[in-house]
């Protein structure tokens, strides 16, 4: 029988026979290489959208005035801030009839977008919009059900909205352009992007942009079809124009922003890259793991739906790596299930599976910004809901912010067999440089157990005598999976009031006692001091 083999200076733990002494109990043996950083993504790797339905009609952008939400959003800088979605295929901007009518909105209502430390709404405003928001959002899913998208405009008021709510709340603004306004000959007519560049160069604005929203499937939402080799040139045409302009000189130009990979797919892939690949910062993709209108609740906490990501995420890395070698990758745009979301599902407790395991997963495979559907808007997959109470993915993403850095390290978990495990989780990193919680090369894991008993995670020697903080959620309430609230160690989390989110404070765990993860949950363990090489 071979021995259970240490190597100490690598932080490495291998399985040996000796652990089917531990056959019934569940647990996962963690390895991971404590020495060197696998990979490093960026600061603000976890990101959040807003839909561009939200501007379906102009004075629901308002709603991004409401001092909890803005709460709520620089809870999660700093990142970026994406305003794209079906409709900006749809979106025209004006600055004429529809500014009017949304300056008389704002008049009447009082509104006033342009200081950070003024509350931009009053409460009454807010609840009006609130209430009104109820029967816009069952028109926009119905329409997205039958696939009809009907045109919207916006004015600089709304541009003006947005772009200082993204500013005011940490976040830098990635706005999306209308990619189906064409010309005879079916290249991108930019006359009315430039309208908008024009009166965002005026407003001295600093952002980056998009042009088009999954066109793969342009031909089914629109009936126009555009070749990968036509949009890469369109995407070069609008680096011309944006070198025109001194804000926008060098800003971020992110695409094509193209749907889950199928022949089709990859093949529009493809031959956007082969023409404008070079003008992009990074790739964009769409990632969703199932139809939110016939998912279940084991989908979401199946581990072959979780692995499927990894599948697709290396079918777009081969057709990245074989066309613009080294490009930065992104999850332009992702949630558990697409057409809004899975009721029940997707805004509780359970969506932190998916949601969890996709941040851990996309950081590990080398993905540099996933960028979250929807803080707010249309749909159950938003990070917080329409009476703007956060969602427990909300508190989940918090939490990531709050204790893990952009350092990567290779962790898996196996089982008692010495396979990897599937039912337990774990990625690790080095603890974010200015959290409390972190010392001496402190690392952070994070782990899911998606059995049905309490399981014990079994660190490398390394890290088996240091002091560990615990950061356990669980759902909170009679609802179990299905809860709507969380609990962190017990606590439930909740605003204090509308300028005030909670302390998020973890529990320090005795010096070698097992780290206990209940059935069906997933917590954080800052190890302190740990020393890791990698993140000293």
Same mark, same amino acid.
């Given at each position: 029988?071979?021995?259970?083999?240490?190597?100490?200076?690598?932080?490495? @733990?291998? @399985?040996?026979?000796?652990?089917?002494?531990?056959?019934?109990?569940?647990?996962?043996?963690?390895?991971?290489?404590?020495?060197?950083?696998?990979?490093?993504?960026?600061?603000?790797?976890?990101?959040?959208?807003?839909?561009?339905?939200?501007?379906?009609?102009?004075?629901?952008?308002?709603?991004?005035?409401?001092?909890?939400?803005?709460?709520?959003?620089?809870?999660?800088?700093?990142?970026?801030?994406?305003?794209?979605?079906?409709?900006?295929?749809?979106?025209?901007?004006?600055?004429?009839?529809?500014?009017?009518?949304?300056?008389?909105?704002?008049?009447?209502?009082?509104?006033?977008?342009?200081?950070?430390?003024?509350?931009?709404?009053?409460?009454?405003?807010?609840?009006?919009?609130?209430?009104?928001?109820?029967?816009?959002?069952?028109?926009?899913?119905?329409?997205?059900?039958?696939?009809?998208?009907?045109?919207?405009?916006?004015?600089?008021?709304?541009?003006?909205?947005?772009?200082?709510?993204?500013?005011?709340?940490?976040?830098?603004?990635?706005?999306?352009?209308?990619?189906?306004?064409?010309?005879?000959?079916?290249?991108?007519?930019?006359?009315?992007?430039?309208?908008?560049?024009? @009166?965002?160069?005026?407003?001295?604005?600093?952002?980056?942009?998009?042009?088009?929203?999954?066109?793969?499937?342009?031909?089914?939402?629109?009936?126009?079809?555009?070749?990968?080799?036509?949009?890469?040139?369109?995407?070069?045409?609008?680096?011309?124009?944006?070198?025109?302009?001194?804000?926008?000189?060098?800003?971020?130009?992110?695409?094509?922003?193209?749907?889950?990979?199928?022949?089709?797919?990859?093949?529009?892939?493809?031959?956007?890259?082969?023409?404008?690949?070079?003008?992009?910062?990074?790739?964009?993709?769409?990632?969703?793991?199932?139809?939110?209108?016939?998912?279940?609740?084991?989908?979401?906490?199946?581990?072959?739906?979780?692995?499927?990501?990894?599948?697709?995420?290396?079918?777009?890395?081969?057709?990245?790596?074989?066309?613009?070698?080294?490009?930065?990758?992104?999850?332009?745009?992702?949630?558990?299930?697409?057409?809004?979301?899975?009721?029940?599902?997707?805004?509780?407790?359970?969506?932190?599976?998916?949601?969890?395991?996709?941040?851990?997963?996309?950081?590990?495979?080398?993905?540099?910004?996933?960028?979250?559907?929807?803080?707010?808007?249309?749909?159950?997959?938003?990070?917080?809901?329409?009476?703007?109470?956060?969602?427990?993915?909300?508190?989940?993403?918090?939490?990531?912010?709050?204790?893990?850095?952009?350092?990567?390290?290779?962790?898996?978990?196996?089982?008692?067999?010495?396979?990897?495990?599937?039912?337990?989780?774990?990625?690790?990193?080095?603890?974010?440089?200015?959290?409390?919680?972190?010392?001496?090369?402190?690392?952070?894991?994070?782990?899911?157990?998606?059995?049905?008993?309490?399981?014990?995670?079994?660190?490398?020697?390394?890290?088996?005598?240091?002091?560990?903080?615990?950061?356990?959620?669980?759902?909170?309430?009679?609802?179990?999976?299905?809860?709507?609230?969380?609990?962190?160690?017990?606590?439930?989390?909740?605003?204090?009031?509308?300028?005030?989110?909670?302390?998020?404070?973890?529990?320090?765990?005795?010096?070698?006692?097992?780290?206990?993860?209940?059935?069906?949950?997933?917590?954080? @363990?800052?190890?302190?001091?740990?020393?890791?090489?990698?993140?000293?």
């Amino acid at each position: 029988m071979l021995a259970a083999m240490t190597v100490l200076g690598l932080g490495l @733990y291998l @399985y040996s026979p000796i652990h089917a002494l531990f056959e019934k109990e569940q647990f996962a043996v963690v390895n991971a290489d404590l020495t060197h950083v696998e990979r490093t993504v960026s600061d603000a790797f976890l990101s959040v959208a807003i839909d561009t339905s939200l501007v379906t009609e102009e004075k629901y952008i308002n709603l991004l005035g409401s001092q909890k939400l803005r709460t709520l959003a620089k809870g999660l800088a700093p990142g970026y801030l994406r305003f794209g979605g079906t409709k900006a295929d749809f979106m025209r901007f004006h600055t004429k009839e529809v500014a009017t009518r949304q300056q008389a909105f704002s008049r009447q209502f009082g509104i006033k977008p342009g200081v950070c430390d003024r509350r931009p709404i009053s409460p009454e405003t807010e609840e009006y919009l609130k209430s009104e928001w109820v029967l816009q959002e069952e028109l926009i899913l119905m329409e997205e059900h039958q696939n009809h998208c009907s045109k919207l405009n916006i004015s600089g008021s709304t541009v003006d909205m947005l772009y200082n709510f993204a500013n005011c709340s940490g976040f830098h603004l990635i706005f999306g352009l209308n990619a189906l306004l064409r010309t005879k000959t079916n290249t991108w007519n930019s006359s009315n992007a430039e309208e908008l560049l024009n @009166y965002c160069q005026s407003k001295n604005y600093s952002m980056s942009w998009e042009l088009g929203n999954e066109p793969n499937s342009f031909m089914k939402k629109s009936g126009i079809r555009i070749d990968g080799t036509q949009l890469g040139k369109d995407f070069v045409h609008l680096r011309e124009i944006l070198r025109r302009y001194k804000n926008f000189q060098d800003s971020g130009l992110y695409g094509p922003d193209v749907g889950q990979p199928r022949d089709h797919t990859e093949n529009l892939l493809e031959g956007f890259l082969e023409t404008g690949g070079k003008v992009i910062d990074a790739c964009t993709w769409h990632h969703y793991y199932v139809n939110g209108r016939d998912t279940s609740l084991s989908d979401f906490l199946s581990p072959e739906v979780l692995d499927s990501l990894a599948t697709k995420t290396q079918e777009i890395f081969q057709v990245v790596n074989e066309t613009v070698p080294g490009k930065k990758v992104w999850l332009g745009e992702t949630s558990s299930a697409y057409g809004g979301g899975a009721p029940g599902l997707s805004d509780t407790y359970v969506a932190g599976f998916m949601w969890l395991d996709k941040l851990g997963l996309s950081a590990r495979l080398g993905i540099d910004v996933v960028i979250r559907q929807v803080l707010v808007g249309a749909g159950s997959y938003h990070l917080v809901d329409s009476n703007f109470d956060p969602l427990p993915d909300y508190w989940l993403s918090l939490l990531y912010k709050k204790l893990v850095g952009p350092k990567v390290l290779a962790a898996t978990a196996f089982t008692h067999l010495g396979t990897e495990s599937k039912l337990h989780r774990v990625y690790m990193h080095c603890t974010k440089s200015n959290s409390e919680t972190s010392g001496t090369g402190a690392v952070t894991v994070f782990a899911l157990n998606l059995s049905k008993k309490t399981s014990t995670i079994h660190l490398p020697p390394l890290l088996s005598d240091k002091t560990v903080v615990l950061y356990l959620l669980e759902p909170a309430g009679e609802d179990g999976l299905h809860s709507r609230s969380v609990q962190l160690n017990g606590k439930v989390l909740k605003m204090v009031d509308d300028t005030t989110l909670p302390v998020l404070t973890g529990i320090p765990l005795p010096v070698g006692s097992p780290l206990k993860l209940p059935a069906l949950s997933f917590a954080f @363990y800052v190890v302190k001091d740990a020393n890791a090489p990698a993140c000293r």
